[in-house]
């Protein structure tokens, strides 16, 4: 019963145990993409925005469009809270006891990590066309080139980062619940019981009691307290 699992995690109510949890494949990419949305995120907002000697106002190092600088920034901080949030989602999963919530939760991992793998492509493809494009003559001194790389190459890996989550996301899902241990619609034993399920009424007649005994009816009734006492109405089951 200890290998039983549902969705890649065993029965709710374990300890959290943090060496095993941050050995996990999944957790290890949900930081290295949350690593990488840090990188991106304070190379575009730090030095993605620079000015020539002779202008005062600045503008957005990928071919003065401020909407790549806006992508850029605003996809860095979202994938970082999301990835903090999943984080959280994978600490509390061991927890929750109801397979359908496992269920709903494995399909909104593979659901975000798919839209975050696709947003990334997207935004690779937009940065590296408008850098593509760039009049680097406006930035004589080089200032902000190094950072506007790094935003590009580190917006190609998170692609396969979050793409290797969706994936993993998918092996979990394809584990699906142990039905054994783990069931949907789960009844109280007793409650069957009580409906009258496996047990049936003691018939007024006893056929051990004398024929002539004017008690008859008394002796039935001790004997079907024999029969069933209420103690063992089933047997306990290791859920």
Same mark, same amino acid.
């Given at each position: 019963?200890? *290998?039983?699992?549902?969705?890649?995690?065993?029965?709710? *109510?374990?300890?959290? %145990?943090? @060496?095993?949890?941050?050995?996990?494949?999944?957790?290890?990419?949900?930081?290295?993409?949350?690593?990488?949305?840090?990188?991106?995120?304070?190379?575009?907002?730090?030095?993605?925005?620079?000015?020539?000697?002779?202008? @005062?106002?600045?503008?957005?190092?990928?071919?003065?469009?401020?909407?790549?600088?806006?992508?850029?920034?605003?996809?860095?901080?979202?994938?970082?809270?999301?990835?903090?949030?999943?984080?959280?989602? %994978?600490?509390? /999963?061991?927890?929750?006891?109801?397979?359908?919530?496992?269920?709903?939760?494995?399909?909104?991992?593979? *659901?975000?990590?798919?839209?975050?793998?696709?947003?990334?492509?997207?935004?690779?493809?937009?940065?590296?066309?408008?850098?593509?494009?760039?009049?680097? %003559?406006?930035?004589?001194?080089?200032?902000?080139?190094?950072? =506007?790389? =790094?935003?590009?190459?580190?917006?190609?890996?998170?692609?396969?980062?979050?793409?290797?989550?969706?994936?993993? +996301?998918?092996?979990?899902?394809?584990? +699906?619940?142990?039905?054994?241990?783990?069931?949907?619609?789960?009844? %109280?034993?007793?409650?069957?019981?009580? +409906?009258? *399920?496996?047990?049936?009424? /003691?018939?007024?007649?006893?056929?051990?009691?004398?024929?002539?005994?004017?008690?008859?009816?008394?002796?039935?009734?001790?004997?079907?307290?024999?029969?069933?006492?209420?103690?063992?109405?089933?047997?306990?089951?290791?859920?």
């Amino acid at each position: 019963m200890e *290998g039983m699992q549902a969705y890649g995690a065993g029965k709710a *109510g374990g300890a959290f %145990d943090p @060496v095993t949890f941050f050995q996990q494949p999944q957790t290890i990419l949900r930081i290295v993409s949350w690593l990488f949305s840090i990188v991106i995120f304070g190379c575009i907002a730090n030095e993605g925005y620079i000015n020539r000697p002779n202008e @005062v106002e600045e503008f957005c190092i990928f071919n003065r469009n401020q909407s790549a600088c806006n992508y850029g920034v605003f996809m860095g901080s979202m994938a970082f809270l999301c990835c903090v949030a999943l984080l959280a989602l %994978d600490i509390y /999963f061991p927890q929750i006891s109801s397979v359908k919530d496992r269920k709903k939760a494995v399909l909104a991992d593979i *659901g975000v990590s798919a839209f975050w793998s696709f947003m990334w492509f997207v935004g690779f493809c937009f940065l590296a066309n408008q850098w593509q494009v760039t009049d680097h %003559d406006d930035d004589p001194l080089r200032e902000g080139v190094d950072a =506007a790389r =790094a935003a590009i190459t580190f917006s190609f890996f998170s692609i396969f980062t979050w793409a290797v989550q969706s994936f993993l +996301g998918f092996q979990k899902y394809k584990l +699906g619940a142990d039905s054994a241990l783990f069931s949907q619609d789960y009844t %109280d034993p007793s409650q069957d019981a009580a +409906g009258g *399920g496996p047990y049936t009424p /003691f018939g007024g007649d006893d056929l051990e009691s004398p024929a002539g005994d004017g008690g008859g009816g008394g002796g039935g009734q001790a004997a079907g307290d024999g029969v069933f006492d209420g103690t063992a109405g089933y047997q306990r089951q290791d859920y």
